[in-house]
């Protein structure tokens, strides 16, 4: 039997998951990946939001429909030499006023230029359901209890990645235009660049890069100091008292109503 | 590279002139800041040209076209080969490939007529090809206040054969005569990667150059 036992019920657990994801805020990473047949650089960042608690013995709290709030940047840069032949302007032959035929030579220009394309940013929320287990740890001078994700949920990220590559590929027609006498291949360019930053290519990119956030990912729910004052300074010989929480657990006890418990126990200081 | 400016020719542009007097047709490839210092005769390249008995009208429609292929090492131009047979009323098209040569200017004199890229005087030729679309306003760089307009358009190249048909669109050289101040035609519709021959005759010695240069040129002094 341990000497305080707190307990909240579902309600109250998502309350307190609420304000841990508030607590956690923004995170942000940044790195690189292959995009399809390219080598993107990325930055992301991500914040939590929302999501119902339902408590589960013996220790799991499952939180279904959390929100994944995230921006992303994409960038790359593509070798146009991939994918476009060396162009060469044709001998031409023309007459002239003072000249019979006057013919230019075949000049071939030079190699295609790399262009770098975006980055292209999006924002967008996803959404999922997954099991966080608690876990109650001592930090320091502190107390931890905290619930961390159990398994990386699937995520449905076709909708968004079609949306990213539509922007993907605005950004290579843009990029595209400024290309000197690309003119004649544009459609062809854009039509066979296109066809590879598909949206398998960028859910493989982005899935990745949003289980970043999620790998690992905790919310510290309770924290208290292991010493705690509980009764003030009376006296000369009634001085402080204080007590240790010498064991901290947390589990999911089920009875008429799923709840959160938390045992104590607890020493003079 | 891509600029419009016959002050400095790039490995896309072409000079031609023709060659109107006999004797010695003597001639320097420079880079183009140096395009308007004299010639030094001494260490020009020099070519024969035998006379024609041709009247100059008949010299005028006639001619054989010639071409000096130029290269660049060591920081100089150079002509790899020089042109054998050459005879009045000929021409000749001078070309650099080399996409990272600086920009090149061509002066010579034929009998006492002088030529130069740097000023295109009298049956002279200078090609560009267009290879960004938009509205390229040209003018004399020397002030004489010839000019015109090239509108320069992407061709839809979509659907099947589209690309073949914008390539094959290249092949079509547009010409713009210029005698003397008058310029036909003023303004000229292109597709991108289409080649403007610009055919000058009897000016003082002027340019084709884009309009913008000339701000740049401006504010740089």
Redesign the interface.
């Known amino acids: 039997m341990s000497d305080i036992q707190v307990a909240v019920d579902e309600v109250q657990a998502g309350q307190l998951v609420s304000d841990a994801q508030a607590l956690l805020g923004t995170q942000s990473r940044s790195g690189s990946g292959s995009l399809g047949p390219f080598t993107a650089s990325w930055s992301a960042s991500a914040g939590f939001s929302g999501g119902s608690v339902d408590l589960r013995a013996p220790d799991i709290v499952r939180i279904s429909n959390m929100n994944m709030n995230f921006t992303v940047g994409i960038g790359l840069s593509i070798d146009l030499n991939d994918f476009l032949p060396r162009?060469c302007?044709?001998?031409?032959?023309?007459p002239?006023?003072?000249?019979?035929?006057?013919?230019?030579?075949r000049?071939?220009?030079?190699p295609w230029p790399t262009i770098p394309v975006g980055p292209v940013n999006h924002s967008g929320t996803v959404n999922f359901t997954t099991d966080f287990r608690l876990l109650a740890s001592q930090s320091g001078s502190n107390w931890n209890v905290a619930i961390q994700i159990v398994n990386i949920p699937s995520l449905s990220l076709d909708a968004i990645s079609a949306l990213i590559v539509t922007g993907l590929i605005g950004a290579v027609s843009l990029a595209l235009?400024?290309v000197?006498?690309?003119?004649?291949?544009?459609?062809?360019a854009v039509a066979t660049i296109g066809a590879v930053i598909g949206v398998a290519a960028v859910t493989g990119l982005l899935g990745p890069i949003l289980g970043l956030f999620l790998n690992g990912l905790s919310f510290d729910v309770y924290q208290q100091p292991q010493v705690q004052q509980v009764l003030p300074n009376m006296g000369p010989n009634d001085p402080a008292v204080s007590i240790r929480i010498s064991a901290l657990s947390a589990q999911v006890l089920v009875s008429d109503e799923d709840e959160l418990v938390l045992d104590a126990d607890i020493v003079p200081a | 590279?891509?600029t419009l400016d016959s002050r400095s020719m790039g490995?896309?542009d072409?000079f031609?002139q023709?060659v109107t007097e006999p004797g010695d047709l003597v001639f320097e490839i420079r880079k183009s800041a140096a395009g308007f210092f004299p010639m030094e005769k001494d260490v020009a390249m020099r070519v024969k040209v035998k006379a024609n008995k041709a009247s100059r009208a008949q010299q005028?429609?006639?001619?054989k076209?010639h071409?000096v292929?130029v290269t660049y090492s060591d920081g100089e131009f150079q002509a790899k080969s020089l042109p054998r047979d050459l005879v009045q009323g000929d021409?000749i098209?001078f070309?650099q490939?080399d996409?990272k040569a600086p920009g090149f200017a061509v002066v010579g004199q034929m009998g006492k007529t002088e030529f130069s890229s740097t000023e295109l005087r009298d049956?002279v030729?200078f090609?560009h090809?267009f290879?960004?679309?938009g509205r390229y306003q040209w003018v004399d760089a020397n002030g004489s206040g010839v000019g015109g307009v090239i509108v320069v358009e992407?061709?839809?190249?979509?659907g099947k054969d589209?690309?073949k048909r914008?390539?094959e669109?290249?092949?079509?050289?547009v010409?713009v005569?210029i005698v003397g101040n008058k310029v036909k035609p003023k303004e000229l519709r292109i597709?991108?990667?289409q080649?403007v021959?610009f055919?000058v005759?009897g000016t003082d010695g002027i340019t084709i150059t884009d309009v913008t240069l000339l701000a740049k040129d401006k504010k740089a002094n």
């Open positions: 162009l302007i044709p001998r031409i032959c023309i002239i006023p003072f000249l019979p035929d006057i013919c230019t030579p000049i071939c220009l030079p235009l400024a000197p006498f690309i003119g004649p291949l544009l459609a062809l | 590279m891509y490995p896309l072409c031609v023709k005028r429609t006639s001619g076209q071409s292929p021409a098209l070309h490939a996409t049956q030729v090609t090809p290879g960004l679309p992407n061709e839809p190249a979509t589209g690309a914008a390539i669109r290249m092949s079509e050289g010409v005569h597709a991108t990667g080649t021959f055919a005759e």
